[in-house]
């Protein structure tokens, strides 16, 4: 019974990696066979910004049938308007089985010239607007100490599924209020998989097995 409850519970913990234009020209081949299930791929930055390996990668991850999501960096000094513009225009449309599009917010002292309201309003109008412009609602990705300080635990924020930044040895990361739990977690951003032959990439967890994650799709 036992070792029947770990294997159970390593499943509820799927693999999946997070990629840009620092990976290089990735085999996703290889990255199949090393067992990665999903990836979410940097499609833009700012207002005008677009990552140059995003058309290959987000086309090579599908034609692999790994489960792909798009991340845009968000610069709060550019207009919301612009950016939500920026990552619709990248990533198109998004099709059945795709995951959710995703806000990345770090970079704290960027954000530290704004008031608390605006900030959070800043990030309620990029969620709104993508999720108009591509039919889903977003995800916001932050570690514990930028949920802290700059969202100061905003009630706000609770309706967003939370992807975790948080380097840890311990086997589950500190969730920062107002969430009670992560959906996705990045745990390393020193990971090597196989068919990423350049620098490290950034290794996660979903919460739940993969009929869940199908499930947070498009």
């Known amino acids: 019974m036992p070792r029947k409850r770990k294997k159970s519970a390593a499943a509820e ?10 990976q290089g020209t990735i085999d996703w081949g290889k990255v ?5 299930n ?12 677009k990552d140059n390996k995003f058309d290959f990668n987000w ?11 798009a991340y845009h960096f968000f610069r709060p000094n550019a207009p919301v308007s612009n950016q939500v513009n920026n990552i619709v225009s990248v990533v198109g449309k998004l099709e059945k089985g795709d995951l959710p599009p995703v806000l990345d ?11 608390l309201q605006k900030r959070i309003g800043m990030i309620q109008d990029w969620m709104k607007g993508v999720e108009d412009g591509l039919g889903i609602q977003p995800i916001i990705y932050l570690s514990p100490s930028f949920a802290d300080e700059i969202l100061q635990g905003a009630e706000e924020m609770a309706e967003y599924k939370l992807w975790l930044a948080h380097y840890t040895s311990r086997s589950s990361p500190r ?11 990045q745990y ?22 993969l009929d869940d994650l199908k499930r947070l799709t498009v």
């Open 13 to 22: 913990h799927l693999f999946g990696i997070d990629v840009s234009r620092h």
């Open 32 to 36: 199949k066979a090393a067992g990665v």
């Open 38 to 49: 999903y990836c979410f791929i940097k499609s833009s930055e700012g207002s005008t910004w």
């Open 59 to 69: 086309a090579e991850a599908k034609k692999h049938g790994i489960i792909r999501g």
């Open 105 to 115: 917010a770090e970079v704290p002292q960027s954000w530290k010239r704004f008031s």
């Open 175 to 185: 969730v920062p209020r107002p969430w009670s739990d992560w959906t996705f977690w």
């Open 188 to 209: 390393s951003e020193t990971g090597k998989v196989d068919g990423i032959n350049t620098g490290s990439v950034d290794l996660n967890r979903f919460q739940g097995n």
